[in-house]
Nanobody, 127 residues
């Protein structure tokens, strides 16, 4: 069973940084891709970034390219999302998700096929 626990959200001013963490369990880390999607009030869910467990290839939505970096620590079964130069439009609940498909191959479509997600962590960016 896919189990994911997020941490690291909080409040920050525009231009600031936060690092989100996702602790994963219940599956073989190397076989899965893990990613982050977000949902702001009144808006649709948006896939932000994901990383392939087999080769560490990554995907980013255009709006975060150059500002966010996803990485993984295999020994700790943890994935990080480093968020720099935050903007007010980045405010949302961020969810960690996992799926067997290769996220680099599927890109934004990968988020439609995830097998589970965590409880979410709130990121609030004030302008």
């Amino acid at each position: 069973e896919v189990q994911l626990v997020e941490s690291g959200g909080g409040k920050v001013q525009a231009g600031g940084s936060l690092r989100l963490s996702c602790a994963a369990s219940g599956f073989r880390f190397d076989d899965y891709s893990i990613g982050w999607f977000r949902q702001a009030p009144g808006k649709e869910r948006e896939g932000v970034s994901c990383i392939s467990g087999s080769n560490s290839n990554t995907y980013y939505v255009d709006s975060v390219k150059g500002r966010f970096t996803i990485s993984s620590a295999y020994a700790m079964n943890t994935v990080y999302l480093q968020m720099n130069s935050l903007k007010s439009e980045d405010s949302a609940v961020y969810y960690c998700s996992a799926g067997i498909l290769d996220c680099e191959v599927y890109g934004s479509s990968w988020f439609k096929y995830v097998e589970g997600w965590g409880q979410g962590t709130l990121v609030t960016v004030s302008s």
